[in-house]
């Protein structure tokens, strides 16, 4: 098992920027596949990203697309979230999670961080 722990979030205004970070605590999170995950007050949680442990591929939500990037760091312990040009449609928790394969299934992935709240006003 591995524990996550996200960081990052906050409140941000319309058009800004956050990165979330999610740190593995007491090991590194090779050669797991990465996901971030987000749920809104009242909706399900939904996908966001994901990325291979090899950092191939990267897969995005539609919504997403063009906007976020998701990368991992140089010590294959840290997996990053870089949100640009924020909506006030994504405020949210934003989850990291951790599993055998990169996939858009939440169900697939066993190991989950405490999440971090993400806020963008208008």
């Not at 591995?2 to 590194?28: I, K, M, N």
């Not at 090779?30 to 191939?56: D, L, T």
């Not at 990368?71 to 909506?87: F, I, K, W």
Request: charged residues 15%; aromatic residues 10%.
């Amino acid at each position: 098992q591995v524990e996550l722990v996200e960081s990052g979030g906050g409140l941000v205004q319309a058009g800004g920027s956050l990165r979330l970070s999610c740190a593995a605590s007491g090991r590194t999170l090779s050669p797991y596949a990465m996901g971030w995950f987000r749920q809104a007050p009242g909706k399900e949680r939904e996908f966001v990203a994901s990325i291979n442990w090899s950092g191939s591929p990267r897969v995005y939500a539609d919504s997403v697309k063009g906007r976020f990037t998701i990368s991992r760091g140089d010590a294959r312990n840290t997996v990053y979230l870089q949100m640009n040009s924020l909506t006030p449609e994504v405020t949210a928790v934003y989850y990291c999670a951790a599993a055998l394969a990169a996939t858009m299934r939440a169900d697939d992935y066993n190991q989950w961080g405490q999440g971090t709240q993400v806020t963008v006003s208008s």
